[in-house]
Nanobody, 121 residues
Framework: VQLVESGGGSVQAGGSLRLSCVVSGFTYSSYCMAWFRQTPGNEREGIASIFTGGVSTFYADSVKGRFTVSLDNRKNTVYLQMNSLRPDDSGMYYC????????????????WGRGTQVTVS
């Protein structure tokens, strides 16, 4: 299984970025995908998840209303649209995969990408 993130970068406060995560190396159709982030001085936290077998999504309170997770099954790609970015959103963003359907169970994610850096100033 391979997960490759892209789309990070530097942006001013109030701006937007869209992260992408391309998933490959397996053929299952229903699983959970999530975005995690690790900000300076903090543990890695789950911020958004989506179930590929349906339309259910879940967001942490810290990003609810500003971030949107979506999926393109044809491209095996998960996106994280981030709007109204704030300096405290700066950090390393990771996509991850869990073999299940309880997508907000953050401890269940076992496959990880290497991350993409987001800096908001």
């Amino acid at each position: 299984v391979q997960l490759v993130e892209s789309g990070g970068g530097s942006v001013q406060a109030g701006g937007s970025l869209r992260l992408s995560c391309v998933v490959s190396g397996f053929t299952y159709s229903s699983y959970c995908m999530a975005w995690f982030r690790q900000t300076p001085g903090n543990e890695r936290e789950g911020i958004a998840s989506i179930f590929t077998g349906g339309v259910s999504t879940f967001y942490a309170d810290s990003v609810k209303g500003r971030f949107t997770v979506s999926l393109d099954n044809r491209k095996n790609t998960v996106y994280l649209q981030m709007n109204s970015l704030r300096p405290d959103d700066s950090g390393m963003y990771y996509c991850a995969l869990a073999w299940g359907s309880v997508c907000e169970a953050w401890s269940g994610y076992t496959e990880w990408g290497r991350g993409t850096q987001v800096t908001v100033s």
